[in-house]
């Protein structure tokens, strides 16, 4: 389950009230090394990957915090498994935590030293280097929100192989990614056809990282949040016009009268449910006894703060004075210049 499936059981909230924003993700940061390969003055980008060879090694890389929720336990009991079964695999495992110590203690009771390299703790801006070393990206968590490590993974053109918990399968499409329960059998199970798809050709990782790169851009991530921003000022306008009916804004967002709050409050819970109407009435009380005592139409609104002067703005007040005079009568113009020049006035004014 989703977490915007999560969300909408747990709370009984309408789908379309629900949106799920991801964490941007600066895909420069996290190139391939084939992007680092590519001359640019060629302005060429590289084939499509060879198939692996079956003797060929693979690298499978691990980057998380040793704690008991990150998946460790069953990082452990699945390495000596995966590794019996694909003798041309190595590990690469970096990170730390209290689960570090069973990790080297299974290391050193199936004698894997050769097979499975500990970084310890890692650097975020050398999180890349260690992941362009892989072919296969394992992420075993037992509890994920949305899983930023395996879209940088993705980003570095690594398969992905996660457990399906939180919003991980939320977070990249299916073809970038070999989902497995968070059960050790399953973990093993993906793993191998994660190793097998590659051993064949069958993924494209070539171009994961121009996909991501479209997903996870910041540009994509702010105007996805300025439209739910949008949604929910658009609905809190039509609730007032409307005088307190349930409205709906441009990108679905709805807002609900006092008495609809109520309900959806007092069913979340036993107790819970209780307590949150209560605050509920005291909260739009207090509202009503402050807009009696201090309504909103005698708050003073705060003007912008004006701009620090430079050096050149003194001398630029004389000259929005005489283009305000050769202006023709455009009233828009003039009164712009005009009030530009007042406040560049009025600043120098108030400087000692």
Not at 149 to 154: C, D, R
Not at 210 to 231: C, F, H, L, N, P
Not at 320 to 336: H, K, N, Q, T
Request: charged residues 25%; glycine residues 8%.
């Amino acid at each position: 389950m989703g977490f915007k499936e999560n969300c909408v059981l747990r709370a009984s909230l309408d789908p379309l009230m629900v949106s799920v924003i991801p964490n941007a993700v600066v895909a420069e940061n996290f190139r391939p090394l084939s992007h680092d390969s590519v001359d640019p003055r060629r302005n060429s980008t590289p084939g499509p990957p060879q198939p692996l060879g079956s003797h060929e090694t693979i690298t499978i890389v691990a980057i998380m915090r040793l704690f008991y929720n990150k998946g460790v336990d069953l990082l452990i009991a699945a390495i000596p498994r995966v590794l019996a079964s694909h003798p041309d695999v190595r590990f690469i495992v970096a990170g730390t935590g209290p689960k570090a110590i069973d990790l080297e203690q299974m290391i050193e009771r199936n004698v894997l030293q050769d097979k499975i390299l500990l970084l310890g703790a890692v650097r975020h801006e050398e999180v890349r280097d260690v992941m362009v070393k892989g072919h296969i990206f394992l992420n075993p968590s037992l509890t994920e929100a949305f899983g930023t490590v395996i879209v940088e993974a993705a980003s570095c053109g690594l398969y992905i192989v996660c457990t399906r918990v939180g919003g991980v399968p939320e977070v990249l499409p299916s073809h970038m990614t070999e989902f497995a329960a968070p059960e050790e059998d399953d973990i093993v199970a993906a793993t191998g056809r994660a190793i097998a798809k590659l051993r064949e050709g069958k993924v494209r990782t070539d171009l994961f990282h121009g996909q991501v790169k479209q997903m996870y851009s910041w540009t994509d991530v702010a105007e996805r949040t300025e439209r739910v921003y949008d949604g929910v000022v658009d609905a809190a306008a039509s609730e007032d016009l409307d005088g307190g009916d349930a409205a709906r804004g441009c990108t679905g967002v709805r807002s609900f009268a006092l008495i609809d709050r109520l309900k959806r409050y007092y069913g979340c819970g036993i107790w819970a449910g209780k307590l949150f109407c209560l605050c509920a009435v005291v909260d739009y009380l207090l509202y009503i006894i402050l807009e009696i005592y201090a309504p909103r139409s005698r708050i003073d609104i705060c003007r912008d703060w004006p701009k620090k002067l430079f050096k050149g703005d003194k001398a630029k007040t004389a000259e929005l004075a005489e283009e305000s005079d050769g202006l023709p009568r455009r009233r828009g113009v003039r009164r712009r210049v005009q009030e530009e020049t007042a406040g560049i006035q009025e600043l120098l004014a108030c400087e000692p």
